[in-house]
DNA sequence: CACAATTTTCAATAATTATTGAAAATTGTG
DNA sequence: CACAATTTTCAATAATTATTGAAAATTGTG
């Protein structure tokens, strides 16, 4: 059956195991697991593959593979694949990690730290009197998580925007 | 009921709105609403909070205080107030958000980066063919992947490690 | 060590989230 | 425009995860 049978994994068995470790993952930073699984798939796959590729190597139905499809299309994780003369869709993968992880990025931060820096803003704003202990503390809480939350937005911001060589030249060279 | 009834939020509705967020946000990251809303409340709290008084402000049960309680801790991300001659436990929330932020990463860190690394690093290690357009995809791939993890782990590191002034002054010089 | 106060555990249940799959919609082609 | 291939939608259901609450364990004190 494996040619190989002396090694410890076949090549389906370790793309196996990253899909599935992939999928560990992304279900603890919530995301869904046949997202996370989906785009793993797509990451080690050398050609395009179909949605009938997917619900029949993840073992998934119709519906959720074109959920999930769309959802990583959204994200900017996958593209879509054309082939002239034929109606069904093939999808790829983005391989660049930089590109990839620029897209994470933007993806969850405005989902979640914009909303949040709104609603900082927002609390932080409220007016109150500086004699009450329990009203400094409120304030003063607020005002450090808005300065966290400026320093990250920022942060992420040049990293989205960053060109691939100051990327890794200023991170390499600050970090390693 | 509310002494200052012009004002657009009374400070416990100030709270109980950012105690709300927080734990939004800690859902959409893989994280217990409760648990973020346990800690958003802490954070914000001027005084040292008991079990119960956890209970009454979140409507949840003795069982969930007691758990999230323990995680939290667990996570360092509060601490244990004794008062002497009292049996009752008392909880503050660790207020500086870089300290906030190292627990997390350590948190995190530990439990799913450090464990994606060991599975890449065996993955990757797998031998193969290199005349094999999907062997040589997935092996790749994988190396990309591995890359972006290690400075990942390391960047983290720094920050984690990283003295308060240290953190500051390079971050915001380098960002800002 | 007995007792009361408090915390922890964990099986049962509730709440939430993910998935299915059939029906409807869309798309391209003769 | 009819038809077949394919995708999308979404109500129903399954699977998962969070929460409860009562019983057991722990802790400190007389």
Redesign the pocket.
Known sequence: MNPTDNSPLTLAEAKAQFVHTWGVSG?SW??????A?VHALLLVSAVAL???DL?EQL????????????ELLDWGLIYKE?R???????FVAEKDMLQVTRCIIRARKRRELDQMKRSLDQLAALPGDPANAEYRAFHSALTDIQQLATVSDKLLNRLMHAEKSWFWDKFIKLFM
Chains 1, 2 share one sequence.
Not at 84 to 90: D, H, K, N, Q, V
């Open positions: 279900a919530g995301v869904s697991k046949t997202l699984q179909s949605t009938e619900m073992k998934i139905s119709r519906g959720n593979a074109s959920m999930t499809v769309r054309l002239p003369g034929e109606r069904r869709e093939y």
